[in-house]
């Protein structure tokens, strides 16, 4: 079996250690509003006390998203990770499990780097977020090298929003107000109204939320991954080659998979929508791979810090301030 997964605990470390400084957004080029429309705030201001659940930030420039679950019983704090295929458990906390054992089954996942990882299957365990309620049953991954930086932060596995986002109403993850909730469609749009600048619509492809962008000029697909602390490119991608002569300053960022070299692309224009920002971009050294959901990067938590996500079957609306 083959899973892919986005960036997930990929740059903890990194968005903890080693945060870079950041140029505000430009907002020269745009009308913004100082307030969200009157029919937003309405719409707003009827929020109920629905199935909801907070988003901690953490991380020297509070970009790492968690969400606090019970897992077999036992709480845990999750990475909430949209470039997650699927629920997937650290390999220090699936064995720390008292209700929970190896099936004896394994899998591949793919990740950052597009390497494969071998991951152990577990059987089925409870899973329940809080204030949100229970999720159901799952069947957790969980990885065999017990990573040291995620154990140390307690950080036990990443959670998939996006299986969440099936048949009703929308997830929606809005890291202004630290909180997933699922909410009607009208609360929704009223949210994605209340921010100033649009991303756009990103298009579900496979498990994965695929953006049109663009970088230093040359248009990328970008995964939406908020298990990412920066956006980056990848050094095998069409834009990422192009503009490999550009970067300079090697620094290694750790993956699922163990430690990947990377080159920083200083104070990079990135462009999604309405959204224009100057960044450090990472060339992410990777193994090529064809694949009809293949994107040539990330937009990370450094642009979506400020957004409200609207996840739907079979797309994600953006906006941001």
Known sequence: MKLEVGLGLSLVLAACAAPQARKPLEEEPFVLSPAPPPRAAEELALAGTRG????????????????????????????????????????????????????????????????????????????????????????????????????????????????????????VIDFVAAEMTREDEPLAAARLAARRLSLGTAIRCGASYIVAGAIEGRDARLLVDTGAGSTDLKASSAPGRALAGRSAVSREIYAIGGAVTTRILNDATVAIGALTLHVDVPLVDDTAIRSRCASDGVVGMDVLGTCVLVLEPTRMRIACD
């Open 52 to 171: 909801r659940t907070p988003i901690e930030r953490i991380g020297a420039s509070r970009r790492v998203p968690l969400v606090h679950a019970t897992i077999a019983g036992r709480p845990a704090m999750l990475l909430l990770d949209t470039g997650a295929f699927d629920h997937i458990l650290e390999g220090w906390f699936a064995h720390e499990l008292a209700d929970a054992e190896a099936s004896g089954k394994s899998a591949n996942i793919i990740d950052h780097a597009n390497r494969k990882v071998p991951v152990d299957a577990w059987s089925p365990v409870l899973l329940a977020l809080d204030g949100w309620g229970p999720v159901g049953t799952i069947r957790p991954l969980a990885t065999r090298d017990q990573t040291p930086g995620p154990r140390a932060l307690g950080i036990g596995g990443l959670l998939s929003p996006q299986r969440l986002a099936g048949t009703g109403s929308p997830v």
